[in-house]
């Protein structure tokens, strides 16, 4: 007989749908499935799309397709700009109704006079910028930390300054704006310290990180695609400090950043593959393998992470009804095989790892069932 724990359903701000547009990749229908069997009964979809979710009329093409095949509660991000291109804003008032926040995730805003624009906006309508912060003038052509490793391979570097430069920026813009602001996926020690600071002085902002990025660094890379995301995993000192600032609350929320790709587009190495790893249906177990049994973070620390702090942060609806049943005694193996998703791209592929999901209930229904094995 299993000990089953019960807890709250999970609620994941940053997973990619692929539909419209994509949907080889992955579709609403498989994605939600994929958020069910990891325990997920909310999740926010990026505008990396096409189209773009850019207006109501594109947004409602998006809309549609999780109104008719989507398991569990599904919210959409609005882009910042037209067509993420950074040239000009969306309309906000219009899209704040139909979408959680905005966001042009896969890019970052350049423009320092545009992200204040967007942000001043974002104040007056009382709306969050969720950024991907990222300077295009510091890639190079780089996809992979600018570490070790990336040095002894041969590989062209992504410096942190890329990511946490950008950062500071928008930091400076929140205070000068008062709006309500969440960086998306933080990889780097600086990254968390910047944060730490600027909450500590008033700034309104909040931030996620991955399951990835606290779990592996640089020394875990290996030639294969499924260990190349955007931000890439950096040096074991960043990996030390994302798991200080989670167990400290610096960081709020964990995000999966879950991006499928076709198995083709995933078996370019390290150089030639996309960017993007699968992770819904790996981020209880991993991190409650590797941060509570080992006693970094403690398992309330990790369900208020996943569960509580995404719902408080962005007004998400309550969910009394939403809960999960967790196996957190009896070993598994993580096999993409197994998959829900149409992605199979994970680097935690043949982990023995702790915490299964059982079972999924969502406003009071089971979507997902596997006690019945």
């Known amino acids: 007989m299993l000990a089953m724990v019960t807890l709250p359903a999970f609620a994941d701000l940053h997973v990619h749908f692929r539909e419209p547009g994509q949907t080889w990749k992955e579709t609403i229908r498989s994605g939600s499935r994929a958020a069910a069997r990891g325990g997920y009964t909310l999740v926010c979809t990026m505008p990396n799309l096409d189209p773009v979710p850019d207006s109501p009329e594109h947004l409602a093409v998006e809309q549609e397709a999780i109104d008719r095949d989507a398991l569990i509660r599904v919210l959409p991000y609005g882009s ?24 042009d995730d896969g890019s970052g805003v350049q423009r320092r006079e545009m992200m204040r624009e967007a942000m001043r906006t974002a104040a007056a309508e009382d709306v969050i910028i969720a950024a991907h912060c990222e300077d295009n003038t510091l890639l190079h052509g780089g996809y992979i930390h600018d570490g070790r490793y990336c040095r002894e391979h041969g590989h062209k570097g992504i410096c942190s300054e890329s990511e946490w430069g950008q950062i500071a920026r928008d930091l400076e813009l929140a205070a000068e704006t008062g709006c309500r602001y969440h960086v998306c996926h933080i990889s780097t020690a600086e990254s968390v310290d910047i944060i730490r600071q600027a909450r500590k002085s008033g700034v309104r902002v909040t931030c996620e990180t991955g399951p990835h990025y606290l779990t592996l660094c640089e020394d875990d890379l290996r030639e294969e695609g499924r260990f190349k995301m955007n931000p890439p995993l950096r040096s074991a000192d960043d990996r030390e400090a994302l798991i ?38 790996t981020a209880f177990p991993v991190l409650y393998t590797k941060l509570v049994k080992t006693g970094r973070i403690s398992l309330e620390r990790l369900v208020e992470a996943m569960a509580i702090a995404p719902r408080r942060i962005f007004r998400l609806p309550e969910a009394p009804d939403d809960r999960i049943e967790v196996d957190l005694d009896t070993p598994f193996v993580i096999r993409s095989e197994d998959f829900a998703s149409m992605g199979r791209a994970t680097p935690f592929e043949g982990w023995e790892v702790y915490g299964r999901i059982c079972r999924t209930i969502y406003q009071g229904k089971t979507v997902y069932n596997d006690l019945t094995k």
């Open 80 to 103: 910042i700009t037209k067509g993420r291109l950074g040239l000009d804003l969306v309309d906000f008032h219009a899209l704040k109704d139909r979408c959680v926040a905005f966001s």
């Open 244 to 281: 200080e600032g989670l167990a400290d609350g610096t960081i709020d929320v964990v995000a999966t950043d879950h991006a499928p790709h076709s198995a083709e587009e995933k078996s370019r190495g390290l150089a030639g593959s996309a960017m993007g790893i699968v992770g819904l249906e």
